[in-house]
């Protein structure tokens, strides 16, 4: 026997999928959640070792779980989710284990994974993540819709945020080690007239400017986010170490014919990221170092 789809549900979807021909997405109802999904979608049921639901695309997924089913990986009692997956700078592999988005809704955790430019299929699981609301029903199931409409925005935390500060800063470090410039353009905002790379405000050939820029610096490497502090609304600032190619700490000595007390050595600085037009930007300049 169908269960009745909730009318909030039909309320909610109409919107959030108009124009897109409503036969061509079904719902999925528990005693959990119901939400709305493509038909080219397919859903995997949470398991013993993965307690999350799957909602997985040709190009990205979505998983819907509560952080308290997960054991944490030191005490292995249940605690915080973590994704346990150690950057690797390439996109391709971080689009599969490391979450764009950690959204929260209700009582759910909620992480999408995405290529980085890939803005029709973060367009359509933010659409999946906006259909989900509260469900009374007992029993799973799915069922064609036939009027979808107005979204629920997710609730994002200040914990969501500033993990997304964090990984847009490790993300653009990340590009610029490995001589990605463009890539790390569009994580950068300079947000002072910064002399060595006031050609960036001037110029047409940005990623040519900030490739000099690192190439005469050396500063351009990896980062490690040890703390992540908001100063303001939307605006994080983060304490930083850096490693060198071959993996040691990256310490930024004394210069220019300072001595070590006139200019002593430091490995931890400090980074600003700030959200900007809803995209999170580092704002602060890789080191300057003549």
Same mark, same amino acid.
């Not at 994974?113 to 199931?141: A, G, H, R």
């Given at each position: 026997?169908k269960k009745?789809?909730?009318? $909030?549900?039909?309320?909610?979807t $109409?919107?959030?999928?108009s124009g897109?021909?409503?036969t @061509?997405f079904?719902t999925?109802?528990s005693s959990k959640?119901t939400f ?6 397919s859903?995997e049921? /949470? ?10 695309g040709?190009?990205g997924?979505i ?7 997960f /054991?944490d990986p ?12 150690s ?5 391709? *592999?971080e ?6 988005e950690?959204l929260k809704? @209700?009582?759910?955790d909620?992480?999408? *994974?995405y290529?980085e @430019? ?10 999946i993540v906006k259909?989900i609301?509260?469900?009374s029903?007992?029993?799973?199931? $799915?069922?064609?819709i036939?009027?979808p409409?107005?979204?629920?925005? /997710?609730?994002i $935390?200040a914990?969501d ?10 993300s653009?470090?990340?590009y610029?080690s490995?001589n990605?410039?463009?890539?790390a353009l569009?994580l950068?905002?300079l ?5 060595p790379?006031?050609?960036?405000a001037q ?6 400017v900030?490739?000099?820029y690192?190439k005469a610096t ?5 980062a490690?986010?040890l703390?992540?502090?908001q100063?303001a609304?939307y605006e994080?600032?983060?304490v930083v170490?850096f490693s ?12 220019c014919g300072?001595t070590e007390?006139?200019m002593p050595s430091?490995n931890?600085f400090?980074?600003t ?8 930007k ?9």
């Amino acid at each position: 026997m169908k269960k009745h789809i909730p009318s $909030t549900l039909i309320t909610i979807t $109409t919107l959030i999928f108009s124009g897109c021909g409503s036969t @061509n997405f079904q719902t999925y109802s528990s005693s959990k959640y119901t939400f709305v999904y493509p038909k080219s979608y397919s859903i995997e049921e /949470p398991t013993e070792s993965l307690p999350a639901l799957i909602v997985r695309g040709e190009k990205g997924r979505i998983e819907i779980f509560k952080n308290a089913d997960f /054991p944490d990986p030191v005490s292995k009692t249940l605690g915080e989710r973590s994704h346990e997956y150690s950057s690797s700078g390439i996109e391709e *592999f971080e689009s599969q284990y490391v979450p764009k988005e950690k959204l929260k809704v @209700n009582d759910y955790d909620i992480w999408t *994974f995405y290529l980085e @430019n890939d803005e029709p299929t973060k367009n359509e699981l933010n659409k999946i993540v906006k259909s989900i609301v509260s469900s009374s029903p007992t029993e799973t199931q $799915t069922q064609d819709i036939q009027e979808p409409t107005q979204p629920i925005a /997710p609730e994002i $935390t200040a914990k969501d945020e500033s993990e997304k500060a964090k990984e847009t800063l490790v993300s653009f470090f990340n590009y610029l080690s490995l001589n990605e410039f463009e890539k790390a353009l569009t994580l950068f905002s300079l947000d002072s007239q910064f002399t060595p790379l006031e050609e960036l405000a001037q110029g047409n050939n940005k990623a040519e400017v900030l490739e000099n820029y690192c190439k005469a610096t050396k500063t351009c490497l990896k980062a490690t986010v040890l703390e992540v502090k908001q100063i303001a609304d939307y605006e994080y600032n983060l304490v930083v170490q850096f490693s060198n190619k071959d993996g040691s700490l990256y310490i930024f000595g004394p210069c220019c014919g300072a001595t070590e007390k006139e200019m002593p050595s430091k490995n931890k600085f400090d980074f600003t990221v700030k959200k900007i037009d809803n995209d999170f930007k580092v704002t602060s300049a890789p080191l300057y170092r003549p």
